[in-house]
C-alpha cells in the first residue's frame, strides 16, 4: 500500500529518497500532461520512479457572458 506521503502532492515526492521533486527547477513540466502516468529519475538519488499526474478543474462564474470579456 501506497504511503499518504506519496499522493496529491504538488510537487512529486520520490519514494526512494523522500526529497521533494520540483517541477519547475528540474523542468519537469510535461508531469502537467491531464491525468498521464510518467517514469523519470530522481535528480536526488538517481533512482527510476512513476509519476501519476492528476488534473484539477477550477471555475469562476458570472452573471453574464460579458463579464468574462472586460
Known amino acids: 500500500m501506497t504511503s ?3 499522493v ?3 510537487d512529486p515526492v520520490c ?3 523522500n526529497n ?3 517541477v519547475g527547477h528540474e523542468d ?3 508531469l502537467y500532461d491531464e491525468d498521464e502516468n510518467h517514469e523519470i529519475d530522481c535528480p536526488y538519488c538517481k ?3 512513476a509519476v501519476e499526474s492528476h488534473c484539477k478543474w477550477t471555475f469562476s462564474t458570472y452573471k453574464s457572458i460579458e463579464e468574462i470579456n472586460y
Open 4 to 6: 499518504f506521503k506519496y
Open 8 to 10: 496529491m502532492n504538488d
Open 15 to 17: 519514494p526512494h529518497c
Open 20 to 22: 521533494e521533486i520540483s
Open 28 to 30: 519537469l513540466y510535461h
Open 47 to 49: 533512482e527510476s520512479l
